[in-house]
């Protein structure tokens, strides 16, 4: 059996799932709204739909506690789970209603509910359901600077990103943000509130991506393993989610202009930079008795 590299002592099954066949953008026409577009990160349904199949059964409390435009709530409904979102920004939080009154029927669309709060907050945020939160399933932020791409003004001369939407919000309260021993302390809150809330055995699938940040790369991975076991979860699975397509023997890269912009000039610096291909989804157990 394959194991994670990212644990210290025990093994863990590692698996592949090659979610992105179709580009994220094919997968979202039609099934999300065009403004959906301006979320500078969001994750890709089919891998949204994976994790809730793999990890939840219908009639099932699925909770993600940063849900940018919905898309777990909206994969996750159509399932027939039971999907509370939680949005720090308003602006997201109205997307994602949207987004669910969109494409659900009315009976799936029922499932599906946005609260508006800190994800460090879940506790209070979630009182009516903490203890029986059978899945959390989320994207945090990656600690890196992320922003909606405007190609017309970076040819123009201008910015490359969309100001409006850098780091998710010009709040600098916003996870997005944080840094360094800032967003570790701040990720420790969060997954500390996805505990609490979570019944016993629930699950907690967090989306991860290592990127190079100064000239290094920063193990974004290793790193949330680490939260997670320090507030007591155990670590039960590695996934890699392929953000490349299969084509026969080989892996398709599907890099946004973005992406290609800030590889080729860390390339011409001489760093070892590549286009990311993958990210890793960690799957993590509340138990009696998880923490060391």
Not at 31 to 54: F, G, N, Q, W
Not at 93 to 101: E, G, H, I, V, Y
Request: proline fraction near 5%.
């Amino acid at each position: 059996m394959a194991t994670s590299p990212h644990h210290d002592k025990e093994e863990v099954p590692l698996a592949v799932w090659p979610v992105a066949q179709t580009s994220a953008q094919y997968q979202r026409k039609d099934r999300y709204l065009a403004a959906s577009t301006a979320h500078p990160a969001k994750m890709v349904p089919a891998l949204a739909r994976r994790i809730v199949e793999a990890y939840s059964a219908p009639g099932q409390l699925v909770v993600d506690p940063m849900c940018g435009i919905g898309t777990t709530l909206v994969e996750g409904a159509e399932l027939g789970r039971r999907c509370l979102g939680v949005e720090v920004e308003e602006r997201w939080a109205d997307l994602a209603r949207d987004n669910l009154d969109h494409i659900l029927s009315p009976e799936r669309r029922a499932l599906g509910e946005v609260r508006v709060g800190d994800a460090r907050q879940l506790p209070t945020l979630l009182a009516d359901e903490a203890g029986s939160v059978d899945l959390v399933a989320t994207s945090p932020p990656y600690a890196c600077e992320v922003g909606t791409i405007d190609k017309a003004a970076w040819l123009a001369g201008r910015s490359l990103c969309d100001r409006a939407s850098l780091n998710y919000s010009a709040n600098q309260a916003n996870l997005g943000h944080a840094r360094d021993e800032t967003y570790l302390a701040q990720m420790s809150e969060v997954y500390e509130a996805c505990h609490a809330v979570l019944r016993p055995g629930g699950l907690l699938v967090t989306v991860t991506k290592n990127l190079r940040r100064r000239a290094r790369c920063f193990d974004l991975a290793a790193a949330t393993v680490a939260l997670a076991r320090q507030v007591g979860f155990a670590y039960h699975q590695h996934v890699i989610a392929l953000l490349c397509a299969v084509r026969g023997s080989e892996l398709v890269a599907r890099p946004s202009f973005w992406q290609l912009t800030q590889t080729r000039k860390a390339r011409a610096r001489g760093l070892p930079a590549h286009l990311v291909a993958h990210e890793d989804v960690l799957v993590f157990t509340k138990g009696d008795d998880a923490r060391g």
